[in-house]
């Protein structure tokens, strides 16, 4: 029989490997921080969005009104003109103003149509299984492998002007990959817990069960992509527009408005800068309310103000 090993033989783990657990401490900081930005953010949001419905009401002049075409052709900012004037004797506030509009509208539109989508299409694919999850994963993979920018521009170029309600369906209906394979994540995780098993014994049918206690589970993360989407969408739709296929002109959007003082930005850099700051604030306010909503709403994300530390 061999002697038990010394106390002094025994090999100690290293402090340094120990592990430990977040502290209490650190976990309610960082909620308190995603609640700050949470905050923050959406009181942003909020704040262009009464700006965007009121821009009538708070626009100086009409977005399309030329108002000189001599006199206050490209005049720099005044008193008179807080944003200056474009090329075309247009006052750039108001076309700000009323560009806010469209391009908080496509974008918002374009993600719920996507997300819905999305949604609906990872339910079905992560709920069913089997066959059809392969073929709709295989689809799926068939849409990825087409860069959605190249079949933006080769769809949206049938039309000239593009519609409005066109350019919202295009972008929702090419937005909606990602969300669907992230949906299908959650959905093939939520479908074996015991509370979904135990719905399913006592004889639940199969379209309650998904309303009830599937989908409920995975709205969390379609929350946060949706939040980050429109961010997204806000850039692609100036993209497009600097492309000359986005809004139809002269509708005033944020993407038509940089497009008309990119020709020119040296003799009328104002033109350019104040849709581009727009552009920049918004999806600022966007992602930063996609990651508050991923740090509260997935509990993995932040450590536990409970958990005991383990020396």
Not at 224 to 229: S, Y
Request: glycine content about 8%; charged content about 15%; some cysteine.
């Amino acid at each position: 029989m061999q002697s038990p090993i010394p106390v002094s033989a025994r090999v100690e783990r290293p402090a340094a490997l120990a592990t430990v657990s977040p502290t209490p401490g650190a976990g309610r900081w960082r909620r308190r921080q995603a609640r700050s930005a949470l905050f923050w953010s959406l009181a942003l949001i909020l704040l262009l969005c009464s700006i965007a419905l009121i821009a009538p009401v708070i626009a100086p002049y009409s977005p399309n009104a030329q108002l000189d075409i001599v006199g206050l052709k490209g005049q720099t900012p005044s008193m008179a003109h807080p944003f200056g004037t474009d090329r075309f004797s247009r006052d750039v506030l108001s076309r700000v103003l009323y560009g806010a509009r469209i391009s908080l509208s496509v974008a918002t539109l374009a993600v719920l149509l996507s997300a819905t989508i999305g949604t609906a299409y990872g339910v079905t694919a992560g709920y069913v299984g089997g066959r059809v999850d392969t073929v709709l994963m295989r689809l799926l993979d068939a849409f990825l492998a087409i860069p959605r920018v190249l079949l933006l521009v080769a769809v949206l170029s049938l039309w000239s002007p593009v519609p409005l309600g066109v350019l919202i369906a295009v972008i929702g209906l090419t937005g909606w990959f990602e969300v669907s394979r992230l949906v299908r994540a959650e959905v093939l995780s939520v479908k074996h817990r015991e509370y979904v098993t135990a719905a399913h014994a006592l004889g639940a049918p199969s379209l309650r069960l998904v309303w009830r206690h599937v989908l409920p589970n995975v709205l969390a993360p379609v929350l946060v992509a949706a939040a980050l989407g429109v961010g997204n969408v806000i850039i692609l739709e100036a993209g497009l527009s600097y492309l000359g296929i986005g809004a139809r002109v002269p509708t005033a959007s944020w993407g038509s408005i940089f497009f008309d003082g990119s020709d020119a930005f040296e003799a009328t850099w104002w033109v350019a800068l104040f849709p581009g700051l727009a552009i920049v604030i918004t999806v600022l306010a966007f992602n930063t309310l996609g990651d508050a909503l991923r740090d509260l709403l997935d509990p993995q994300q932040l450590p536990s103000a409970t958990a005991p530390r383990t020396e």
